[in-house]
């Protein structure tokens, strides 16, 4: 078998058990290089790297005072370098294959919750790379979810700067039908791939908090 990510094959001695357990598509050298954490202090609500411990970092402060937050955010992988060249094989340099790879980095309960919602991308976008890279992962991973959220937002957000995701338009919407309007008394949980100032995840949530759900959480592939 040959390791998705560094295209290595993949040596594993054959035996009973190996023979019929389903092979992971990562050798173990990629594994630990994108399971590194860097050491530091971490933002006690989005794990963002800060100088020094904080309860809350400047971007958590500014999104409590502008946007409902959620209950929690979890985080599956730290930013590092080699997750940086992870994530932009797999969005900019369209190897789809590498949803695989991500796949395997989700450790979360997903049956806590009722519904799990994919930060969607714009028409433009999934015509230019073909495919949603947050919901593909899901799919990946076995993880039912829910399209309930749309977006006309054009530009990426690596291409804007701090100030303009912090204070850009709400670009989601919800779509219509009974999807949207069955979150009423549920625990549900957005999903993204990249948390960066976290705007994004909350102007998805200020559209689904109008449809009372019980709890929202978020889960963010990784943190940059």
């Known amino acids: 078998m040959i390791c998705l990510y560094c295209h290595s094959r993949i040596r594993e001695e054959a035996d009973l058990i190996t023979m019929f357990k389903r092979r992971k598509p990562l050798c173990m ?17 989005c794990h963002r790297l800060v100088d020094r411990e904080e309860d809350t970092c400047p971007d958590c ?7 409902r937050r959620p209950g929690k955010i979890m985080c599956m992988m730290d930013y590092t370098g080699e997750v940086k060249m992870l994530f932009h094989r797999y969005k900019f340099t369209k190897d789809a294959a590498l949803s695989e790879v991500i796949a395997m980095f989700l450790k979360c309960r997903f ?13 433009a976008r999934m015509e230019e790379r073909g495919y949603n890279q947050t919901s593909m ?10 399209d309930i959220l749309a977006t006309d937002k054009a530009a990426r957000q690596s291409e804007l700067g701090k100030r303009a995701r912090l204070t850009a338009p709400n670009p989601f919407y919800l779509k219509e039908g009974r999807a949207a309007s069955s979150l009423a008394g549920k625990r549900v949980l957005v999903v993204d791939d990249i948390y960066t100032t976290g705007i994004t995840v909350h102007q998805a949530l200020e559209k689904i908090y109008t449809m009372k759900p019980d709890a929202a959480d978020v889960l963010t592939f990784s943190k940059a």
């Open 111 to 123: 049956g806590e919750y009722d519904m799990s919602i994919p930060i969607p991308v714009s028409a």
């Open 61 to 67: 402060r500014f999104l409590a005072g502008n946007y």
């Open 29 to 45: 050298p990629c594994r630990k290089k994108l399971s590194l954490w860097r050491s530091g202090g971490r933002c006690g609500f």
């Open 137 to 146: 992962v899901l799919r990946a991973a076995k993880v039912p979810y829910r």
